[in-house]
């Protein structure tokens, strides 16, 4: 459906959507996409799926077909490209540039009156980075819109989340022959931060004088801070040559939820802040955290100049005013883009499709994976996508621990920031009824007393103000397990995060004791810590979109990060300029800063270039959350960042790298969904017969991942030499094939002078026994070599990727397709196991019809009081069925219904919620009972729609018209074979559905659905 599903554009005239499907079932497209929570998962106040509905109803980015400033090479009479060149950025003031604009601005005022929507809607337009528009339309207007030529989608607003100091030393910036003394600082680089927006008078952005000039940004960038009638805080503020600008971008925002705290670009969360001060703060800037002088902090790239962009708020970020900041910042030449926002994976939204642009412009983005770990294929949109860098959350070597000691003696170390507290009288708030120390639920006095807390539901420093506003000295905030990373923040009252152990002790205590229980907090105080250990909340692979790209791609810093803050946040003790909080948010700016060294080192490195040099430095002395086993590459993707050092074999001097750009990415794009595209025939078949790798794992980037191997493949990676000197350097490649699998290249050595490329051909073949459905990872480096070939010794240079491989049985496609009352259908095998195999033929069965009609739901959700005749059920006996099919079609433009299945048990099975009334919904091996299909009515006019409903059961049970007339009867690893099927006697005319299952004695392999028409 066009508000949820529709995709974006990639490309003059071509559409993408893409879906993570279920494993069991096929559908049109998913719901609205979920959000992730900006740190952990409880530091912001949650928004419900209600709340968010309501925010988002009625709200639309409209995408149009022609390309943004950014992708324009030609074709418009009397206009000039814009399309910048490498490296470079857009010429905003080029009179080729304003015309352009102004042709899109004139082409989408064109769709809009046709459309018949008043200007009056429109709340914002983007031209850099994405054509098209954000509006407040009704149905009728978004349907009008969506049928105009030059529109490509109409897409529904919606809702997503935001998600150092001795930084420098940890990451190994400060030595005297690392990168701040050899001058790479971030000089002249410009790093957009689209956030929460900023603090300006914060030290870390003070211009002291010695900054340049800003070179390549556009003119009269606005500052716009002292904008909120009747706020004092709200100071004016004049921008300087450090912090350049400062953009309020919170046109849906207002629009919806209204002007808060600040109707300006200043920061009333300190997200922003500590993001854009972690990525580019000044250098040596005193820290003081709640009366505690900590140090001096500095930011990764501390002379790089900032911009800020405000594009959320206290309840989360609209997708279009988050399409609006990237657009934006790509207009004003920002040469780095940290974002630390994100929600779940799912279709390309308009601010993947932005970034996408983004990295055609040149600009190096870094992204945050997201905090719903540790458990797999977590990483969230846009981090899953391979244009920007994700960025994994593990410990700094650095801790701000605290600790809890009892009337008994027993002591209890956590992690602290706050000031310290005498022995005081203890008590549990379980013991009150508010074990969570909700906000406004403590009905008894608590004053002078130490209370314990659970950590849950709310945001931690709520829990600290709820004991505050009770009359609380301190508080022990326990976790719900041991291996949760513990965490620092700007508590109300003195405070200590411990263990589940500690905290279940410490609870123990206050019942044997009662009255006479106390407890004695430590401040807070800088201490060594185990560094390198994954966040257990730093979300992981494999990739939800395809498990043919690892993501995260490296990790970086992300616990207990000290940077800058806002002195009135929404949460959290007030008055402070600094503090020290944890997330994915936390370690993507100081990938964010490490890219503005390499801009600057190397102003003509592409995007995937500089990503590559990060990746292959990265070290794998990471350990998962527990501190002792080894991290693999779903927990930190390449390694933990490298920069240490400027040398040969430094993340400056990578000698390799794995390039690729905007063509590479289209082919990517044909691999996770051709149908995504609108001829996908022409357009990937073009790009495949230019040599641009269509499936995913062939995608040239510095890590190689097949989600599903059988027996073997073989990808190409092309390398180019960025090393400095003349001379032409060989480099051999070594590889640690992962458990189960052989690994050749060919060519194993390669020689390459100075920008010269090589490709070379990977193959990973399944070895017998390999552990199926299982990842195993491995790597390949390429080691530089110095000698004679017959002396040859290793050079400086380890150019080192991540591998990860998971074996299946057998690779066959999932559906076929033939007509004809007789016929025959070829099912292609390829397999991964050595063994007997037998292949078996259910059906066919012909289409099953079912009438019914359904009115218009007033409030276009389902399942909700108002639904009426907008909704409408069929139920079904499924009964030992091998497949169960329900499809939808209802031929009428303006007609838009959704199908729905619910299981036996209760439970949504599945949906589809295509654009229009084209619904298809497939289960595989479902289990007995009644399935109830509902239909919905998201679009009808007004009027009740009539439609047929048709359904398929194929039986696991065979014996029907479709047989097996020839098939193996046994496996060999890497071997291909053919499965022929036929079938006699298919009504003419009528659509008919079987299956071919292939089995492993009494295993079932996998289905191939065999689609005829007869």
Not at 919 to 934: D, M, Q
Not at 999 to 1012: A, Q, W
Request: proline share 6%.
């Amino acid at each position: 459906m066009s508000r949820r599903t529709m995709a974006a554009l990639v490309a003059a005239s071509v559409a993408v959507v893409g879906a993570a499907l279920p494993a069991t079932a096929e559908v049109g497209a998913t719901s609205a996409p979920a959000t992730t929570p900006p740190m952990a998962a409880d530091d912001r106040t949650a928004v419900t799926p209600a709340q968010e509905q309501r925010l988002v109803q009625n709200r639309y980015v409209v995408l149009m077909k022609a390309d943004p400033v950014v992708g324009y090479e030609g074709g418009v009479p009397g206009i000039a490209p814009t399309k910048p060149s490498g490296g470079e950025g857009v010429d905003t003031g080029s009179a080729s540039v304003r015309e352009y604009v102004q042709h899109l601005k004139e082409q989408r005022k064109e769709s809009r009156k046709a459309a018949a929507v008043p200007e009056a809607a429109v709340e914002a337009e983007y031209s850099f980075a994405v054509n098209g528009f954000a509006a407040e339309l009704t149905e009728e207007q978004a349907q009008r819109l969506a049928k105009q030529e030059g529109v490509l989608a109409v897409r529904a607003d919606t809702l997503q989340q935001p998600q150092t100091d001795a930084s420098g030393e940890f990451l190994g910036l400060t030595g005297p022959d690392d990168a701040w003394a050899e001058g790479y600082t971030g000089e002249g680089v410009v790093v957009g931060v689209i956030d929460t927006g900023i603090w300006p008078e914060h030290p870390s952005f003070a211009d002291d004088g010695t900054y340049p000039d800003p070179v390549g940004v556009a003119e009269g960038i606005p500052c716009e801070f002292g904008t909120t009638p009747g706020n004092e805080d709200d100071a004016a503020f004049e921008c300087n040559n450090k912090l350049l600008g400062a953009r309020d971008m919170r046109a849906a925002y207002n629009s919806v939820v209204g002007p808060e705290l600040y109707d300006s670009a200043r920061d009333a969360d300190g997200h922003g802040t500590h993001v854009a001060s972690t990525a580019a703060g000044n250098a040596g800037v005193q820290a003081e955290v709640l009366g505690s002088q900590i140090g001096a902090v500095s930011g990764v790239a501390p002379r790089a100049q900032v911009l800020a962009y405000k594009v959320c708020g206290d309840l989360g970020c609209f997708t279009s005013d988050l399409a609006g900041g990237i657009d934006q910042a790509v207009a004003d030449g920002v040469d780095v883009i940290n974002y630390s926002i994100g929600g779940g994976a799912g279709p390309v939204g308009p601010d993947d499709l932005a970034f996408l642009f983004a990295n055609a412009a040149g600009i190096f983005v870094a992204t945050s994976a997201g905090n719903d770990g540790p458990a797999p294929g977590t990483v969230g949109s846009p981090a899953v996508f391979p244009w920007l860098t994700s960025v994994g959350a593990s410990t700094h070597d650095r801790g701000f621990a605290g600790s809890v000691t009892l009337g008994d003696g027993r002591t209890f170390e956590g992690a602290s920031i706050t000031g310290g507290l005498e022995a005081t009288r203890v008590v549990d708030a379980a013991d009150y009824g508010n074990e969570l120390c909700l906000l406004d639920t403590f009905e008894a006095d608590l004053s002078g007393t130490v209370v314990l807390c659970k950590r849950g539901q709310i945001a931690r420093v709520e829990k600290s103000q709820a004991v505050f506003e009770a009359g609380g000295a301190g508080m022990v905030l326990y976790d719900v397990s041991d291996d949760a990373a513990l965490v620092t923040d700007n508590h109300w009252v003195p405070s200590v995060h411990v263990n589940l152990s500690a905290g279940q002790a410490v609870k123990a205590y206050v019942d044997a004791e009662g009255e006479a229980a106390t407890a004695a907090i430590t401040g807070g105080e800088t201490v060594a810590a185990q560094g390198s250990v994954m966040a257990d909340f730093s979300s992981r692979g494999p990739n939800a979109v395809t498990a043919d790209v690892i993501v995260p791609d490296v990790t970086a810093p992300g616990v207990n990060i000290l940077a800058g803050h806002t002195p009135t946040p929404t949460l959290g003790a007030p008055g402070q300029l600094f503090q020290s909080i944890s997330g994915t948010s936390m370690s993507s700016p100081h990938v964010a800063g490490l890219f503005a060294l390499l801009k600057q080192a190397h102003p003509d490195w592409s995007p995937a270039a500089a990503k590559s040099a990060i990746m292959t430095t990265a070290r794998q002395d990471v350990v998962k959350e527990d501190g002792v086993t080894p991290a693999d590459p779903f927990d930190m993707g390449a390694g933990h960042v490298e920069p240490s050092g400027t040398d040969k074999g430094s993340v400056f001097q990578p000698g390799l790298v794995y390039d690729a750009g905007f063509t590479e990415y289209l082919g990517f794009l044909c691999g996770i969904e051709a149908d995504v595209f609108a001829d996908p025939a022409a357009t990937c078949g073009r790009l495949a017969s230019n040599g641009v790798p269509t499936d995913p794992s062939g995608l040239n980037l510095a890590s190689i991942a097949i989600g599903e191997l059988a027996g073997s493949q073989t990808i190409t990676r092309t390398i180019t030499n960025v090393t400095e000197e003349n001379a032409a350097t060989t480099y051999r490649a070594s590889v640690q094939a992962p458990e189960g699998f052989d690994v050749t290249v060919s060519p194993s050595q390669v020689t390459l002078r100075r920008g010269e490329s090589a490709t070379v051909e990977i193959t990973v073949t399944t070895l017998e026994g390999a552990p199926e459905g299982e990842f195993s990872f491995g790597s390949l480096t390429w080691q530089s070599m110095r000698g004679s070939a017959k002396n040859a010794k290793a050079g400086p240079y380890e150019v080192r990727s991540p591998i990860a491989v998971r074996a299946v049985a057998i690779d066959t496609p999932p559906v076929v397709s033939g007509t004809g009352t007789d016929g025959s259908v070829t099912v292609p095998v390829v397999f991964g196991y050595e063994g007997a195999y037998a292949a078996s033929a259910h059906g066919l069965v012909p289409a099953t019809v079912t009438a019914g009609s359904v009115g218009q739901d007033p409030d276009q959700t389902p399942f909700t009081p108002d639904d009426g005749a907008g909704i409408t059920a069929h139920t079904f006996e499924v009964t030992e069925a091998a497949v169960a099919r329900w499809r939808l079609v209802e031929g009428t433009a303006d007609t838009d219904l959704d199908v729905f299945v619910v299981g036996p048990d209760g439970e949504q099975v599945a949906t589809s919620t295509n654009g229009g009334t084209n619904e298809l919904v497939t289960l595989t091996t479902p289990a007995s009972g009644t399935y109830t299909v509902y239909i919905h009515g998201w679009q009808t006019g007004g009027t009740s729609i009539a439609y047929d409903l048709e359904s398929w059961f194929v039986p696991l049970a065979t014996g029907g018209s479709l047989e097996i007339t020839s098939a193996p009867t046994e496996a060999t690893i890497a071997a291909s074979a053919d499965v022929v099927a036929s079938w006699t006697g298919a009504a003419a005319g009528v659509d008919h559905l079987g299956a071919v299952a292939h089995s492993r004695g009494d295993e079932l392999l996998g289905l191939t659905l065999v689609e005829v028409t007869g």
